[in-house]
């Protein structure tokens, strides 16, 4: 088994992004093999539970209401409807339900709220995960006593380029939150995003933050920005394919126990580079029509992606049978019942 390291230093992180692109792919496969099953990929499901309208000024962003965009605003979802695609969810072959509000931080109002629909949904034999901004310890703990497994909070990118993104909250928030988070005993989903007008330093620096967590994140999603019209990065130059399989590579290599989410962006991805990405390490995807503000593949097309590699849906050992056959062959929520669903 790969060793966990938390002393990683930006030079090693260099030299290890940078090796000959044949010899980082088969370093990352290897270590993924002795970690994960190299054929199962976890399958997540991501809902916007109140959508636009965010304080925060994050620049890729649709969500901000610093910018304007095409996106409609929504109100908190009613619990019964986030139950609903929930179950809709599991019935396609999820197994983790992930909820996202466009909040800078849940408010007091907000929670029993939250935390019903954390208990409803983990009623239904799914993994839960939710990702409301920041949070303190307080908030922490009341979603830990809820039952939440997962609590997603991104760094976005390095310490360094973070300024050129965020102006709204600090770098040490992002970090706060996520002691937090590890305070109440809850799983850390942290990652970043890619291609928003970074150096190829900042890349290196986002992945040595993560990997030099004091534990470092179960789950890691790697996002390729999704240019939206109205955001000040509607215009950034598009990021290197082969760039981000490498980003890819070098987090499976440091990360060696984590799951390596491809998350948004994939809908400007083919089926040979979400292979390689596969082949890379990565081994958790979002499924269905709309992450949480744009688009995500085809969720028949990622099942066909799948069965083309020899591919299945990781099961989890308290998900039914008849859930797990009907990921390989159900197709998603009808169209109306599909708006539900957004990119992240």
């Known amino acids: 088994m790969a060793t966990v390291r938390h002393d990683w230093t930006y030079e090693e992180v260099?030299?290890?992004?940078?090796?000959?692109?044949?010899?980082?792919?088969?370093?990352?496969?290897?270590?993924?093999?002795?970690?994960?099953?190299?054929?199962?990929?976890?399958?997540?499901?991501?809902?916007?539970?109140?959508?636009?309208?965010?304080?925060?000024?994050?620049?890729?962003?649709?969500?901000?209401?610093?910018?304007?965009?095409?996106?409609?605003?929504?109100?908190?979802?009613?619990?019964?409807?986030?139950?609903?695609q929930a179950r809709?969810?599991?019935?396609?072959?999820?197994?983790?339900?992930?909820?996202?509000?466009?909040?800078s931080d849940?408010?007091?109002?907000?929670?029993?709220?939250?935390?019903?629909?954390?208990?409803?949904?983990?009623?239904?034999?799914?993994?839960?995960?939710?990702?409301?901004?920041?949070?303190?310890?307080?908030?922490?703990?009341?979603?830990r006593d809820a039952g939440l497994d997962y609590y997603n909070h991104n760094?976005?990118?390095?310490?360094?380029?973070?300024?050129?993104?965020?102006?709204?909250?600090?770098?040490?928030?992002?970090?706060?939150?996520?002691?937090?988070?590890?305070d109440a005993g809850m799983k850390v989903c942290s990652g970043g995003i890619v291609g928003m007008g970074e150096q190829a330093g900042d890349r290196y620096g986002?992945?040595?933050?993560?990997?030099?967590?004091?534990?470092?994140?179960?789950?890691?999603?790697?996002?390729?920005?999704?240019?939206?019209?109205?955001?000040?990065l509607e215009d950034v130059e598009d990021l290197d394919h082969f760039e981000f399989i490498r980003t890819i590579a070098t987090a499976r290599i440091m990360?060696?126990?984590?799951?390596?989410?491809?998350s948004a962006g994939r809908t400007a991805m083919n089926e040979q580079m979400q292979s390689m990405c596969f082949f890379a390490g990565a081994n958790s995807i979002f499924y269905g029509d709309k992450l949480l503000t744009t688009e995500n593949p085809e969720?028949?097309?990622?099942?066909?992606?799948?069965?083309?590699?020899?591919?299945n849906p990781e099961k989890r050992q308290d998900y039914s049978d008849e859930a797990y056959e009907a990921s390989l062959s159900s197709k998603i929520a009808d169209k109306a019942t599909s708006e539900l669903f957004y990119e992240a």
Not at 18 to 30: E, H, I, V, W, Y
Not at 111 to 139: A, F, H, Q
Request: charged letters at 25%; a neutral charge; proline letters at 6%.
């Open 14 to 84: 260099k030299a290890l992004f940078n090796m000959p692109f044949n010899d980082l792919l088969f370093k990352a496969a290897s270590i993924h093999r002795e970690n994960f099953n190299p054929n199962e990929v976890q399958i997540s499901t991501l809902l916007s539970i109140k959508t636009g309208a965010c304080p925060e000024d994050c620049k890729y962003c649709p969500q901000s209401a610093h910018y304007k965009t095409d996106l409609d605003r929504e109100r908190l979802m009613e619990v019964e409807k986030v139950v609903e």
């Open 88 to 103: 809709l969810a599991r019935s396609k072959g999820a197994t983790r339900f992930c909820m996202g509000a466009a909040w």
């Open 106 to 143: 849940p408010k007091d109002r907000d929670m029993p709220y939250i935390s019903k629909m954390v208990r409803e949904v983990k009623e239904l034999g799914l993994e839960t995960c939710m990702t409301l901004g920041m949070l303190d310890n307080e908030k922490a703990h009341a979603l």
């Open 155 to 182: 760094l976005d990118t390095s310490p360094e380029y973070y300024q050129q993104i965020i102006t709204t909250r600090t770098y040490q928030d992002r970090l706060d939150t996520l002691d937090n988070v590890r």
């Open 206 to 232: 986002l992945l040595m933050q993560l990997a030099n967590l004091p534990k470092q994140p179960e789950s890691v999603p790697i996002n390729m920005l999704v240019k939206v019209k109205g955001t000040p």
């Open 255 to 262: 990360m060696p126990h984590s799951y390596v989410r491809l």
């Open 299 to 311: 969720a028949d097309a990622d099942m066909n992606l799948l069965k083309k590699l020899g591919m």
